[in-house]
């Protein structure tokens, strides 16, 4: 069965820093792995997604992730963190039982920079 | 952003009466999703659709039933509300396997069972 787990509940980083939000999957096949966020009462947002290709995708605010095959981590990045950052990060991955599209959320990192 | 409509916003009910939620999307996307959000679960997909009255079970069914009579509508009922049912809800939407891997939300539900 897919699954994805997020090590940290949450992640402290300094405005102007680069910060990491970790993700690791465990998928039977080709892993389609996303990255979501979400503001305080808000729906989520589609940040970034790996399907096949280069392992840096680039996203939505200057965030990027890395997938790493053999260490089956897909981990968030941005060079130099803002406050406007701090939310709450989900990483998933795609439900590979038929092409539906379902998704499969891990637990959730809290980000919090501070000025 | 994606035309995602849940109402009501915020529901405050009682255990053991019946409530449903609604999911209006006006993308005419064929898939359709509606997930809760609880501290220390991240996001847990309850039922799906695929299309018109074609609907599947996720992985937190018990308690739940949906139904989708036109494609923009979707519809999640608890039939008798627990306490065990308080969460947020989320629908979304998605064109999968059009080579748009990915899901559209909308901004929620706040169901409190009390």
């Known amino acids: 069965a897919q699954s994805v787990a997020q090590p940290e509940d949450q992640v402290n980083v300094a405005e102007g820093n680069p910060l990491t939000v970790k993700c690791t999957y465990s998928v039977s096949g080709n892993p389609y792995l996303f990255w979501y966020v979400q503001y305080p009462n808000r729906g989520l947002q589609f940040l970034l997604k790996y399907i096949t290709g280069d392992n840096l995708v680039k996203g939505s605010y200057g965030f990027e992730a890395e997938f790493n095959k053999s260490q089956t981590s897909f981990h968030l990045k941005k060079p130099s963190a803002l406050v406007s950052d701090s939310a709450l990060y989900f990483c998933a991955v795609r439900d590979s039982s038929g092409n539906t599209g379902k998704l499969i959320f891990g637990q959730g990192t809290t980000l919090q920079v501070k000025p | 952003d994606a035309g995602i409509t849940q109402s009501p916003r915020h529901k405050v009910t009682e255990t053991g009466t019946p409530v449903t939620l609604r999911c209006h999307q006006t993308e005419n996307h064929r898939y359709m999703y509606w997930y809760r959000q609880d501290p220390g679960h991240g996001l847990r997909l309850i039922h799906y659709s695929y299309g018109v009255k074609d609907t599947d079970k996720g992985e937190v069914s018990d308690g739940y039933s949906v139904s989708r009579s036109k494609t923009e509508d979707f519809l999640l009922t608890l039939e008798s509300a627990t306490s065990s049912q308080t969460s947020v809800y989320f629908c979304?939407?998605?064109?999968?396997?059009?080579?748009?891997?990915?899901?559209?939300f909308g901004s929620g539900t706040q169901l409190s069972v009390l």
């Open positions: 979304a939407i998605s064109e999968a396997g059009t080579g748009v891997e990915k899901l559209f």
